[in-house]
């Protein structure tokens, strides 16, 4: 049920500064505030900077369900287009309660830096079912999501190259499944369509890793930014991640990858994690593992003896630790709660999860913060593979293994005869589809972090400022160039 579609409107420029907060701030106004900051240091026109502000289409849906029991329930759903400089659109489709417009375009428009920060040729977009998944069935969640994929793809807003939402809060790959599914049925003609959605479940079609994705990202891009002596020596760190005292809000997807990569790859402790309903703490460094099965089991961080339990969770937000990871949703720290924080850096792993005064006030402190748009973009990049992948029905390793294998084995066979030894099986190797995907994961991540390092320097700006004004030029660079841009 279809209730708004709305073009693209007038672009009203709002170079406002203000340090003033209320206590209802949208993602959307965050965006602008951290656009119009960024555009200072670029040569864009104002006109530009203002048309990015806006997103081009906007969808708003009520979807009724019929749940198990035959009552009938209607849902608010919405799906938002950012930028159409290129396509198709790209962002994550969440379910979760009270979703406002103003957030989702907001995310949506940070879904666009997000993807020119790493060079990916896609807009941005974001939307998603306002509704609490937990209260609704296995069988509710699939009908409410076939019905939304439905409503996207009658209303042209899904497709492999219109836009291709992947999983975020509250969705997973079993919803991407689902959504991919519907899309099938519908349109059983498009030999894409297995790219009309990314997240899923490799035996659905999806890519080796995008599960960890954002985590894995995540974990490169500390470990590359801790490399940068003007982050580490003012704060007097030091540049590994061993041992670094690490405390981590959120432990879904995102938050607990995060977590497994920074103590099992980076050897970091980490000392406590919290959700909405309170957190975990040991000053020794938390099993990880233990946590997670914990947590699968019991939707709660509460009993798990491994560690001291806080009802409070503002209690383990205010322990000290050196890196502080946001990894739950948008503004979880505001004004209310910042002054908490006893670390060095934020490393921001959620979307946009400060607000701009929060923001202010710890880099007032001396508080370092790494950009969302770097730190989480894993998770897109990832599902950018996936979507290649599918577009050409082949995976990455399938079409050159046989052909490596042979010349990595005549390689070894000359190195063989040189040293007078003999080649074992064993020796020869070729790369998996994850190592492929994790590699260039790494590289793309590593360029990021390098670019935004630059750009920080050459103007003396934060890194959050740095990667927002090399995606704005790389946007502009783009669409300058297109019909989309009538200038
Ligand atoms: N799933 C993905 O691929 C990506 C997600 N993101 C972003 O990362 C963040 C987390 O996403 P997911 O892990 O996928 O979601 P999720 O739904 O898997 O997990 C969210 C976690 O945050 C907790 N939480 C919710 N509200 C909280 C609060 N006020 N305080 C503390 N904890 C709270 C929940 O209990 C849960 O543990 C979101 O901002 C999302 O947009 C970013 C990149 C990729
Ligand atoms: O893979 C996708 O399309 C969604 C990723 C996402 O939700 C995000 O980067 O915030």
Known sequence: MLKRLVGRTSLISKFSFSTNESTDISVRDSIHRLIDRASMYTRIPGSFIDGLKKCSHVLELSIPLKKDNGQLAVFEAYRAHHSIHALPLKGGIRFAPNMRLADIEGVAALMTLKMACADIPYGGAHGGISVDPSSLSVLEQERLARAYAKELIKSGFMGPSIDVPGPDIGTDGRTMAWIMDEFLKIAPDVTEGLAAVTGKPEA????????????????????????????????????ELKGKKIIIQGFGNVGYHVSKFLSENGKAKIIGVLDQNGGVYKATGLDITALKTYYDENKTLKGFTEGKHFDNPEDVLSKTCDIFIPAASENTITVNNSHLLKCKIVAEA????????????LIKNGVAILPDIIMNSGGVISSYFEYVKNIGHISPEKLTKRWELKSNEKILQFLARILGTEVQNSDLQVASDLEIVNNA???????????AKKTSKLYSISYKDAAYVNALNRIYENLRYSSHYAA
């Open 204 to 239: 659905a079609g999806g890519i080796a890793g995008r599960k960890e994705a954002a985590g894995l990202g995540f974990y490169f891009a500390l470990k590359n930014f801790l490399e940068d002596e003007e982050l580490v020596e003012p704060l007097e760190l030091t540049k």
């Open 350 to 361: 959620a979307n946009l999860p400060l607000s701009i005064k929060a923001e202010e006030n």
């Open 441 to 451: 994961l790494e590289d793309i991540i590593q360029n990021s972090v390098k670019t």
